[in-house]
């Protein structure tokens, strides 16, 4: 059941945007396009969606921005977790995160 409060978030919006939509999924996540690449993403669930898996690359500068914008979607409903690889040899420049965004329905 949708809240008031949760129709307002663009997070809200994640289980229903098209598949490989990635600008949908930047907007819905509250983030500037700049701050990360989505490089795929994928949902699963039939009949509702109701997990998004996400694999998207971000900068060490956007790293902490990025990483705390999508924790604060955790909430009643909703469960964000994610990993990190970092790229870049003897220093990382780029890390890539696996993000896992779950519904409960």
């Known amino acids: 059941m949708e809240t ?23 907007r819905a ?12 993403w ?10 998004i898996k996400a694999e998207i690359e971000v900068s060490q500068a956007q790293l902490g921005r990025t990483l705390t914008q999508l924790m604060t979607l955790n909430e009643q409903g909703m469960q964000v977790t994610a ?3 970092p790229y870049g040899i003897p220093k990382p420049e780029v890390f890539r995160l696996q993000v896992d965004i779950r519904q409960n329905v």
């Open 83 to 85: 990993s990190c690889f």
């Open 4 to 26: 008031k409060g949760q129709a307002q978030r663009g997070s809200a919006k994640l289980f229903a945007l098209e598949a490989h939509d990635h600008e949908g999924i930047a």
């Open 42 to 51: 994928w949902k699963y669930g039939q009949p509702a969606i109701d997990l």
């Open 29 to 40: 996540l509250g983030a500037a396009r700049d701050d990360y690449t989505v490089k795929w």
